[in-house]
């Protein structure tokens, strides 16, 4: 089998077990959201909220927290980000995967407006071969690589041009934010002109552009269809959710499904009245083995296609 690169060094991927392909563990989204709950800081909660994924059957998890999302005008944390998530995975002995790259433009550094695609491929190139933030933690995806929630701006296709190159060099995945809207295949055609293989792209967000035809798209191409955010809208859009799943195994197309919960704001956590990490194992399945979905099948999406989509394995 081939092998995974963690925040505590590589695992083989047949090692990897139920995975939540996107979630954060520290981030900083006030750029655009403000207020405390778009701050996740507290690695005591942090570390409480997952065990309880742990406990409910989780063993490895996507952190999708790439550049702008790591602390905006002040320290998120007291050390370096990336060194902050290797400890909380020593801690709680999950999987994690950490991602590289950058957000969506409202999230960039001015110094990304300066460089070169090649540039910012190099520094991502070495995010993943030596370590991230001068750090020796090295990224395991590249990703959530963002746009506009409908158009993909100038410096967010450079960035996705950039990430398309260091994968190229690297052989690790990418994985996109693609909210509301179908914006997820003009990143996806960026990235096939640079070409990268579609079955080595993630399209996150899917859930929020609830349109059969649309992950079937994705999917017909090759590259994965990510539902998030489960269980924390509203009841009709949920059903939808559920609704849309059932669409693509229907379809025969179970083989480029994911889920991920996509903690991302303090209200997200059991301990603030939020579905946690734990949602997809403790409710999402039982709703989806309701409406007829089968045992081997949910395996399929939560164990061997994350090990698929992270490997490029058959």
């Keep these: 089998m081939g092998s995974i690169m963690t925040v505590t060094g590589p695992i083989s991927s047949d090692d990897l077990g139920f995975t939540s392909i996107h979630e954060h563990l520290y ?12 701050i996740l800081n507290d690695p005591e909660l942090a570390y409480r909220e997952l065990m309880l994924f742990k406990k409910s059957g989780g063993v490895s998890l996507v952190d999708q927290t790439t550049g702008g999302l790591r602390g905006h005008d002040h320290d998120l944390l007291p050390i370096t980000h990336a ?12 999987n994690i995967i950490l991602g590289a790259g950058w957000y969506r433009e409202i999230y960039y550094e001015k110094k990304l407006y300066r460089m070169k695609t090649n540039q910012i491929a190099d520094d991502l190139v070495r995010d993943v071969t030596v370590g991230i933030d001068g750090t020796d933690v090295r990224a ?3 990703g959530e690589i963002g746009a506009h929630f409908t158009w993909v701006s100038p410096v967010e296709e450079r960035m996705f041009r950039a990430v398309a190159r260091a994968h190229k060099q690297t052989g690790v995945t990418v994985a996109t934010h693609a909210l509301k809207s179908p914006v ?5 055609d960026i990235l ?6 579609p079955k080595r792209v993630i399209i996150g967000h899917c859930q929020s552009y609830p349109h059969h035809e649309y992950h079937a798209e994705i999917a017909r191409r090759g590259a994965y269809v990510a539902f998030d955010r489960l269980g924390t809208i509203h009841p009709y859009e949920h059903e939808l959710d559920l609704m849309n799943v059932k669409k693509m195994i229907d379809a025969g ?10 903690v991302c704001r303090r209200s997200d956590y059991t301990a603030y009245g939020g579905k946690g990490y734990g949602y997809i194992t ?4 039982k709703e989806l083995r309701d409406i007829g979905i089968k045992e081997e099948e949910l395996t399929q999406i939560t164990v061997d296609n994350p090990r698929r989509a ?4 058959d």
């Excluded at 981030?27 to 778009?38: E, K, Q, S, V, Y």
């Design 27 to 38: 981030l900083d989204l006030t750029r655009d959201n403000p207020g405390n709950d778009a």
């Design 83 to 94: 060194l902050a998530v290797r400890d909380t995975a020593k801690r709680t002995g999950l």
């Design 140 to 142: 395991g995806i590249l």
């Design 184 to 188: 997820g295949l003009d990143q996806l």
């Design 192 to 197: 096939q002109e640079e070409g990268v293989d």
């Design 253 to 262: 197309l179970t083989r480029n499904v994911l889920f991920g919960q996509d």
């Design 282 to 285: 403790d409710v999402f399945l």
């Design 310 to 313: 992270l490997t490029g394995e």
